[in-house]
């Protein structure tokens, strides 16, 4: 018998609140998006253009995904975009340096993908009043709060 590598999230149950943040907010930053149509970012953040969002890509092997500019790091995003959203595609192991450059930028929201789980991260960030959702694939929320609104 195989072990999954992960313990898959629920959706049976998502709370109303989590459900309202891809209605609320628009502009995101994909951390660890991929070039790679197979890859999970990818296929994210394909669907997140063709909804509406405004998303920008960072990765720092890349110069485009997808049509967007993609920028090296967080730190290198242009001054006069202010994401709302930070979406994390990246190990577990790798997320807290990501989320301290993330609150210099203020986000609502820092989103971790399924899989990917960073307590210390998480009450980083949750200690400077962002919001911060783990284990969730945001295409699916979104999915999920246009079925139910």
């Known amino acids: 018998m195989v072990k999954e590598a992960c313990v898959l999230p629920d959706y049976s149950n998502i709370p109303q609140e989590i459900l309202e943040i891809p209605k609320k907010y628009k502009n995101i930053v994909i951390v660890g998006a991929s070039h790679k ?5 990818y ?7 063709k909804e509406g969002f405004k998303v920008i890509p960072v990765n720092p092997a890349r110069e485009e995904i997808l049509k967007q500019k993609v920028y090296p790091s967080l730190s ?10 930070v979406i994390i595609f990246r190990r577990s192991d790798k997320v807290l340096p990501i989320v301290e450059e993330a609150i210099k930028l203020k986000p609502k929201v820092i989103w971790m993908q399924e899989g990917v789980i960073n307590e210390e991260a998480k009450n980083l960030a949750e200690k400077e009043g962002i919001k911060v959702i783990m284990n969730k694939c945001f295409k699916k929320i979104h999915i999920l709060s246009k079925r139910i609104s």
């Open 76 to 85: 290198a995003l242009p001054s006069d975009f202010h994401p709302e959203i």
């Open 43 to 49: 296929i994210v953040m394909e669907y997140l253009l």
């Open 37 to 41: 149509p197979e890859r999970p970012s």
